[in-house]
């Protein structure tokens, strides 16, 4: 029984959601939910790394535990809160920056990527500490796995090497989290590009599917999604990362195998296989934006939600800070 293992994840209130984040974290916490004990955060304070309009953010915010509840994820089963409602995560991240190397932070790919864009002088210093908020996130709950996709794994593997480094100087207080990737859906890609991940900064928003999007611009972008050379429907991610990238979207959707999808398209042109593709998303979609429709005109119920979350996550945080503030001497 795997019932008293924890899981953490979350999610940045920083844009919005697409199916990338339906496939790559909240289905499958959905899933998870049911066999630990899950803690799903709303990390607004990661989102403030880089500029937000303030009432955007405050709006993004409900919206995000909204989608949660949508996705299927039960408050009375997993504790759903806002991060900056629980200011352990932040007093923790301070902790963990005094033990945490300058140039292990500079070397994170996710800071490379959003600093590379920036100039120097215009670097935010908690873009560059950004992991170590995220390993507080994670080890306040003595966490065992975290579930998020492909792009975050190095993050966790911080996480997990500052435990380590906690508990080897000044005896064992957190647990050691591992990430837990799903080998499928773990990385959407861009619909426009598909070396690129399918991301909400995105600029072209033809790149992504919006879990919002209106079932004739989920189906349009779909048909105009760039594909490969060559006419077969076939899964090989070297040579057609493209129709990859779309047969991934059509199994996860679907709950059909590559094989079977290759097999039903095999005489088929690119053009049906979209069509289709168009019409399975539209009709998953729907009903997850129904019930995202009827939360969204009735917020009060979203914020009591939150309220009692951020009680049941402090009560575990509170415990793992307090001993990690007496391990290190603080009177
Ligand atoms: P973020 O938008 O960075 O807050 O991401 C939230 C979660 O969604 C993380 O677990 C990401 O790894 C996951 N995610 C975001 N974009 C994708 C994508 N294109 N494919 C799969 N997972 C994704
Ligand atoms: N950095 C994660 C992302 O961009 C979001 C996040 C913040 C997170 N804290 C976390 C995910 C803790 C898992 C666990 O996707």
């Known amino acids: 029984m795997k019932s008293q293992q924890t899981i953490f994840s979350g999610i940045q209130p920083s844009g919005d959601l697409h199916i990338g984040h339906y496939f790559g974290a909240m289905k499958n916490w959905v899933a998870l939910q049911n066999q630990y004990r899950s803690i799903f955060c709303i990390v607004d304070e990661h989102a403030i790394t880089v500029p937000q309009d303030p009432e955007k953010l ?11 509840l949508a996705a299927g ?27 945490t190397p300058f140039g292990e932070l500079e070397r994170m ?33 003595q966490t065992d796995a975290v579930p998020v996709g492909e792009d975050q794994k190095q993050h966790v593997e911080l996480a997990r090497t500052l435990a380590r480094k906690f508990n080897s100087r000044f005896g064992v207080t957190f647990k050691e989290p591992k990430e837990l990737i799903q ?77 079977d999808i290759e097999k039903k398209y095999k005489r088929k042109g690119y053009g049906e296989f979209k069509k289709d593709l168009g019409n399975i998303a539209v009709a998953h979609l729907e009903p997850l934006q129904q019930k995202y429709r009827a939360l969204k005109k009735n917020p009060e119920q979203v914020k009591e939600i939150l309220r009692e979350g951020v009680k049941s996550a402090k009560q575990i945080s509170s415990k793992t800070l307090a001993d990690a503030k007496q391990k290190i001497g603080f009177l």
Do not use: C
């Open 183 to 259: 080998k499928f859906g773990s990385r959407i890609m861009s619909l426009q590009d598909p070396t690129k991940k399918m991301s909400k900064s995105d600029e072209n928003k033809n790149s992504y599917i919006g879990l919002l999007d209106a079932p004739d611009d989920i189906r349009g972008k779909i048909k105009i999604a760039v594909t490969d050379s060559g006419k077969e429907i076939i899964f090989n991610q070297e040579k057609k990362p493209a129709i990859a990238n779309l047969l991934t979207i059509f199994s996860l959707f679907s709950g059909l195998q590559i094989k």
């Open 109 to 141: 790919t996710q800071f490379k990527d959003k600093s590379s864009k920036m100039k120097k002088a215009g670097i935010p210093a908690g873009l560059l500490n950004y992991p170590t908020l995220m390993a507080a996130d994670i080890l306040l709950y």
């Open 58 to 68: 405050r709006e993004r915010t409900l919206d995000i535990a909204m989608w949660y």
């Open 73 to 99: 994820i039960d408050p009375k089963r997993s504790i759903i809160f806002v991060q900056s409602h629980n200011s352990d995560h932040t007093e923790l991240s301070w902790i963990l920056n005094t033990i």
